[in-house]
């Protein structure tokens, strides 16, 4: 069995998240969670039911849709919780999409006046759209249908909410709200030694317990780290194709400055590309 150098999960895992979220035992950590995140929009959660996180369309050729998480509280309102690792095409099409699996299962046979119960998709992110690079402040967005020319909502019982998470760059100490230390958490985790001073609550103190590896069971640690490979090695793919496709935007750039007659250090020193490189481009 692998050596792990971090004492904490990694939440970014499917592992990681569905034991820190998806799990009975730890159902008080995911309640804490959405009542942070949506307390000025709803009020307080009191309760949460797990709910089959697989869903069939209409017809037996439909896709199928699978959330990470999925729920409902005492009101019958419905929580979809995703985390999505990689930039994915057409990943808000996918958000909409899934929420129509929980409006459609409220539909009742005979008399029914078509009144739902409110239907929340939450996605954590592990990338920034590409859409809202130019923006790196905001990282939260809050969806929901609204009058395009008055702004106001239209109808309040259909929400996403997108956390953008490598845009959330406070350090502990700048930490202000429950909010902030959540975001804090999840982005820092499996970086942490310890659980911080400033986060010396429960809640938190909960979370580190579930979260440190050394209590694992044999079973529990060979999952995460069938989890964990999966991610590195997603990871490692992307960043790799990033790597190659910044190296041909230089190389094009570093053309069009060799015809346009600019000297060699000024090209090195604009794309990063060696001496060698740019002298075969001549």
């Known amino acids: 069995m692998a050596e792990f150098t971090e004492r904490y999960i990694n939440p970014f895992t499917d592992y990681g998240f569905k034991k820190l979220f998806g799990e009975e035992p730890n159902k008080d950590l995911l309640l804490d969670f959405l009542n942070v995140l949506l307390k000025e929009e709803q009020g307080e959660i009191i309760d949460l039911t797990y709910l089959k996180s697989e869903h069939l369309g209409t017809g037996e050729l439909d896709r199928k849709a699978i959330f990470d998480l999925y729920c409902e509280n005492e009101r019958g309102e419905k929580f979809i919780v995703e985390l999505q690792k990689t930039k994915q095409n057409f990943f808000k099409d996918r958000t909409v999409y899934y929420s129509t699996f929980p409006i459609r299962e ?19 992110l592990d990338f920034v759209f590409d859409e809202d690079k130019q923006d790196p402040a905001k990282f939260r967005y809050d969806i929901k249908l609204s009058d395009t020319e008055t702004k106001e909502v239209f109808y309040d019982k259909l929400t996403f909410i997108y956390l953008e998470m490598p845009k959330f760059n406070k350090t502990i100490e700048e930490l202000e709200t429950r909010f902030d230390k959540w975001l804090y958490v999840i982005r820092n985790l499996n970086r942490l030694d310890k659980v911080p001073d400033k986060l010396r609550e429960r809640v938190f103190e909960k979370l580190f317990e579930a979260a440190e590896i050394a209590k694992f069971t044999p079973e529990q640690i060979r999952s995460y780290e069938d989890s964990l490979k999966y991610y590195r090695d997603m990871k490692n793919s992307l960043d790799t194709a990033r790597e190659e496709g910044r190296e041909e935007r230089n190389v094009e750039i570093a053309k069009e400055m060799v015809l346009a007659g600019e000297p060699t250090e000024k090209i090195m020193r604009f794309t990063g590309l060696s001496l060698e490189q740019i002298e075969k481009l001549r």
Not at 106 to 124: G, M, P, S
């Open 106 to 124: 409220q539909a009742k046979r005979a008399d029914w006046n078509y009144e739902l119960k409110a239907v929340y998709t939450i996605a954590i």
